[in-house]
């Protein structure tokens, strides 16, 4: 019997969160959650988590694994929230620790913040593999959005977070720290070295003006045809240059400095002052 693949789509992010999950043994993992943050009011709430409880609890599956494909910095992780709801580990890719140390000295963060991933349950190494049910996954590092973005193979389904968009959106941004077009470049062949008929669960969607529907899911046929970044007939040289010429464009992404802060603590606060209250850091550059 195929995984069970079960979407849920955050609009104010445009974010896909999947459960995957063995349907003989009822046991599965959930991919990317999101935790829904209001940033006028610095308020947080788990509406996005609790569709995830309800969906799994009404199923009866038992949550192996939260997954994450990369320190997210578009919205808040649910996977603390979803971890004290229905347990399960938290997984991400073990160069974390390069995005940890990075951003630990942006934020200036406190002493007692250490850099080694120890935040996570698990760090998963390139071609790692692990088992939920009778499913079997593969770890794929997939860096160039970030260093530490891993993609998860299960059966004939790859969950690529931000590396690859629907054919018509292209690729991801690359101007992060210690982002790389060219790093992205080769994270995106070996995705399209696999068979024609994989299929490719992205981690957003924004629609287009002739498509304003969102979509989930592509095929590495499709990408290679009709990716307008990177089709067969892109060159690596082409595209690291078009890469960086629409990076230098882009603006920062609204939610980037309390998602990062958030999300390299595997899903928790900063710790709170002595009025009791926690705080996320906006670094201030002055002209």
């Known amino acids: 019997m195929p995984a069970v693949i079960k979407h849920f789509f955050d609009a104010p992010t445009f974010t896909f969160t999947y459960v995957v999950h063995d349907p003989e043994t009822k046991q599965g993992v959930v991919i990317d959650p999101v935790l829904n943050y209001e940033p006028a009011a610095g308020k947080c709430t788990t509406e ?7 969906y799994v609890e009404s199923e009866n599956i038992s949550i192996e694994y939260l997954l994450e494909t990369h ?13 004290d709801a229905i347990g399960g580990k938290v997984g991400i890719g ?13 934020f200036n963060v ?13 760090l998963f190494e390139d071609d790692e593999s692990f088992t939920v049910g009778k499913l079997q996954f593969k770890v794929w590092h997939t860096p160039g959005h970030t260093p530490a973005c891993v993609s998860y193979l299960v059966e004939d389904s790859i969950f690529v977070g931000d590396t690859l968009f629907m054919p018509d959106y292209g690729t991801a941004r690359t101007d992060f720290p210690a982002g790389s077009a060219e790093t992205l470049y080769h994270s995106i062949q070996r995705i399209l070295s696999l068979p024609d008929q994989t299929r490719i ?5 924004y629609g287009t003006e002739s498509r304003p529907e969102v979509c989930e899911q592509t095929t590495v046929e499709a990408e290679k045809l009709h990716n307008i970044h990177i089709g067969h007939l892109t060159s690596e040289e082409q ?4 890469r960086e010429a629409r ?11 309390p998602s990062v802060q958030f999300n390299m603590r595997s899903a928790n606060f900063p710790p709170a002052e002595k009025n009791g209250v926690a705080y996320f850091k906006i670094p201030l550059r002055l002209a």
Do not use: M, R, W
């Open 247 to 257: 990076d230098a464009k882009l603006s920062t992404p609204a939610l980037l400095y």
């Open 71 to 83: 320190i997210h910095a578009d919205h808040l992780s649910g996977t603390s929230a979803l971890k």
């Open 239 to 242: 595209f690291i240059k078009l």
């Open 94 to 106: 073990s160069q974390v620790v390069q995005i940890q140390e990075t951003f630990a000295d942006v």
């Open 201 to 205: 669960f992205l981690c957003h969607d």
């Open 48 to 54: 996005s988590v609790k569709h995830l409880v309800n």
């Open 110 to 122: 406190e002493s007692s913040f250490i850099a080694d991933g120890s935040q996570f349950d698990v």
